[in-house]
């Protein structure tokens, strides 16, 4: 069973549901029912065209869906323009279906979150994860946004803003956890930007570049993690850094700077560095100081305290830090890092070993224990 097929399909028949009618909490559930069955099916007798096959079975399921609901007999009448079997549509729908999810009717973080559990494929727990909330708040989330959206036709689309923290999400998620979106994203990116002339889908395209320039680097033969300063630059992949790095300079020349334009500043900063000991520091505290400004995320003054550390030492960082909750996803590793450069490896390791404890994913929470049991047998007996 190809897994990665089904998942690139799904967006595609979901919106082709919607766009024939269904409203979009019983589309979605008769693609997952479609799924399901080709997961049954296919094995054994797989379809010449997939996609018509998900298609016609996923309509088929939501008819049945509707006839059951007596709330809904109205739809009984879509029973004639049931699709014939057959080749379906080559059109990319994917994107379309982003602005649709991102309906007035929502508001900006439940169309985000509907949106990445419906089309961008992530689960409820890793939707949590990247919005800092336990797991049962963001299922009541995208519980409230079905309902919300049960009943409306999904003909206005939502706001550009809306979309970019959907794509800039689904690529964290791709990038660094267990669903390999990154690519997908950066495809969804592109296209956004040659049909809307605005700096932030620009900044957003070149921070995803940037960023997924390194990402051969970013882990050794055995997949334990590299951080930054130890990766290999000569792995990095140079043309995407130049595209990246043109692209964000087109605009910051506009002179309407966002946030997705500063995060790539950042990163270009970090690209733009021979070696790890070249960088930038105190140009990049300056960025962050920008992008703090624009936005009150938590994590951007985490990763500032970072580079306050850097460029003023790890005091200044560790003061830094202290103005922030501590219980914060990965404080305890900063911490722990901040310590160690300030040569208290006690705590440090201390921090590491319980950095590790709380890691979000198995390569993760393998890096930190290593950094601690480093740190335990370089400390005096």
């Not at 009717?105 to 979150?113: E, F, Q, Y």
């Not at 922030?324 to 590491?352: K, W």
Request: negative net charge.
């Amino acid at each position: 069973m190809n897994e990665a097929l089904l998942r690139s399909l799904t967006p595609n028949v979901l919106g082709i549901l919607v766009r024939r009618g269904a409203d979009f909490a019983a589309a979605e559930d008769a693609v997952q029912d479609a799924l399901i069955e080709a997961v049954r099916v296919w094995p054994a007798d797989p379809p010449r065209d997939a996609k018509g096959w998900l298609v016609t079975v996923a309509w088929r399921k939501f008819l049945d869906a509707t006839r059951a609901d007596t709330a809904r007999r109205r739809r009984e009448d879509l029973v004639e323009e049931e699709p014939a079997p057959g080749p379906a549509p080559a059109a990319d729908d994917t994107l379309q279906l982003y602005f649709l999810c991102a309906h007035p009717s929502l508001t900006p973080s439940s169309a985000v979150a509907l949106t990445l559990r419906a089309v961008g494929g992530l689960t409820t727990r890793q939707i949590a994860q990247a919005y800092l909330v336990p797991e049962a708040t963001m299922a009541q989330r995208i519980s409230r946004a079905k309902r919300t959206v049960s009943d409306v036709r999904f003909d206005q689309p939502g706001d550009v803003a809306t979309v970019l923290r959907v794509l800039y999400l689904v690529f964290n998620e791709g990038y660094s956890g267990d669903v390999d979106l990154a690519a997908e994203a950066i495809r969804l990116t592109r296209q956004l930007a040659a049909v809307i002339d605005h700096p932030e889908v620009a900044g957003l395209l070149a921070l995803m570049l940037l960023h997924h320039a390194r990402r051969a680097a970013r882990t050794a033969p055995d997949g334990s993690l590299v951080p930054l300063a130890d990766q290999d630059r000569g792995r990095w992949d140079t043309t995407s850094i130049a595209e990246g790095v043109e692209i964000l300079q087109a605009a910051l020349a506009r002179d309407r700077l966002g946030e997705f334009q500063a995060q790539a500043a950042i990163a270009a900063l970090h690209a733009d560095a021979p070696a790890a000991e070249e960088t930038d520091w105190v140009q990049i505290v300056e960025w962050y100081d920008e992008l703090a400004g624009l936005t009150d995320n938590p994590v951007v003054r985490l990763n500032r305290a970072v580079a306050v550390g850097e460029a003023d030492g790890p005091r200044a960082g560790l003061a830094a830090l202290a103005a922030l909750d501590d219980s914060l996803p990965r404080h305890t590793a900063v911490a722990a890092y901040l310590h160690e450069r300030d040569g208290d490896l006690t705590t440090a390791a201390r921090l590491y070993a319980e950095a590790a404890e709380k890691a979000p994913n198995l390569a993760e929470r393998n890096h930190l224990t290593r950094q601690a049991a480093r740190l335990n047998t370089r400390r005096p007996r």
